[in-house]
């Protein structure tokens, strides 16, 4: 049996690629500290939005995406939390996929019917960081965001 040198070529590039993003993402994990964002799947999916403090500076927040805005719990689009304070937020989405991004922490996640998603952060800086939906939602979501108002 013949193997084609292009593909014999094709097959070992692609094994080396792989080996190179496993490496790369074990390295970011261990080294930098970046966490993969994963599903829950010991969490149920929930409908309400809800913010929970937990411990002292170390709070949940379960997140509703629905269109066009974010249920967190606390009745309006932002929670307030001192600074050095950890955040762990459950996302789910109660009608269509939505993405959530929090750009100055480099949190990107999908908010997908059903599923429960999960990411933490710690905020240690104060200031106000905003929370968009960056997955194309209907016709209001360039309106669809939150804030995280950050105090000392």
């Known amino acids: 049996m013949r193997i084609d040198p292009f593909e014999k070529f094709a097959m070992i590039v692609g094994g080396i690629l792989l080996g190179a993003f496993i490496l790369a993402i074990a390295y970011a994990n261990f080294v930098w500290g970046v966490k993969v964002p994963t599903c829950e799947v010991v969490t149920r999916p929930f409908s309400k939005g809800a913010f929970i403090e937990t411990a002292p500076k170390t709070y949940e927040v379960q ?9 967190m719990g606390t009745g309006k689009n932002e929670i307030t939390i001192p600074a050095g ?3 762990t937020f459950f996302v789910t989405s109660g009608d269509v996929v939505h993405g959530i991004k929090i750009p100055e922490k480099n949190i990107n996640i999908m908010a997908i019917p059903g599923v429960v998603g999960r ?4 905020f240690e800086r104060p200031g106000e960081y905003l929370m968009v939906c960056h997955e194309y939602c209907g016709i209001g979501h360039q309106g669809m965001y939150a804030k995280i108002n950050v105090i000392q």
Do not use: C, E, G, L
Request: proline content about 0%; aromatic content about 18%; cysteine-free.
């Open 85 to 87: 304070s950890k955040v």
């Open 63 to 71: 997140v509703v995406a629905r269109m066009w805005y974010f249920d």
């Open 119 to 122: 990411v933490q952060t710690t």
